[in-house]
């Protein structure tokens, strides 16, 4: 079945450690998102991808990085510079074409920094 | 700016006893407007999009319809399996622009 993968679904981090959070789709979409939620927060965006090799900043993307090497897959790395990283993590992909603006979720990343 | 805000941020129903709820928004022109449901540590799924004024979709017990200003998920005769974070979010007509969510309303439905 297609979907989307997000590994791990709980991570620990040790304060000034960099951390990155794998996102796989096969769902063939061309768009790609990491979204950070906060108990009683929406969704905040942090980058989004539309083509391979280019990504765009989103809200809060200050402490985040990330690539766009292939199609399929789009890593965040959250770094030490990120002053407050305990959050749930969801990644996110959308087509293009009929009925394509629905973004389709992975289950998340759960991050704790100890 | 463009932003959404959904009310309550919280509701508590009895099994069986029908609500709504709210999603209002300010966008300088509107694409679409989709609803998702999230259930605890899990990520979002999707529910409807909405398009324009005045449409109107179903799905068992739920309904969505949109006006220019708001848009309302009504839960009819709603059961403890309804129970999750209903997020709302609004996707702007400027081309590559990412979804805008709301904070979300928890519902609660006790037998």
């Known amino acids: 079945d297609g979907g989307i993968t997000q590994s791990p679904k709980y991570l620990f981090r040790k304060e000034g450690q960099n951390v990155t959070l794998s996102c796989e789709q096969n769902?063939?979409?061309?768009?790609m998102y990491w979204y950070r939620q906060d108990p009683g927060q929406g969704l905040r965006l942090i980058y989004y991808s539309q083509i391979v090799n280019d990504f765009q900043k989103g809200d809060i993307a200050e402490g985040y990085s990330v690539s766009r090497e292939k199609k399929e897959s789009f890593p965040l790395t959250v770094t030490s510079a990120q002053k407050n990283p305990t959050a749930f993590y969801l990644c996110a992909s959308k087509g293009f074409g009929s009925g394509a603006n629905v973004l389709t979720f992975g289950a998340g990343s759960r991050l704790t920094v100890l | 700016e463009d932003q959404v805000t959904q009310s309550p941020e919280a509701l508590r129903l009895q099994e069986g006893e029908s609500s709504s709820l709210n999603c209002s928004y300010t966008v300088s022109g509107l694409r679409g407007l989709f609803w998702y449901r999230q259930d605890p540590g899990k990520g979002p799924e999707f529910l409807f999009t909405?398009?324009?004024a005045g449409e109107e979709k179903e799905k068992e017990r739920l309904k969505a319809t949109l006006t220019k200003k708001e848009s309302f998920l009504h839960i009819t005769a709603p059961k403890p399996e309804d129970s999750a974070t209903y997020l709302c979010a609004v996707q702007p007509y400027q081309a590559g622009t990412a979804l805008i969510f709301g904070k979300g309303t928890t519902l609660s439905v006790s037998s």
């Open positions: 769902l063939n979409h061309d768009a």
């Open positions: 909405l398009y324009s």
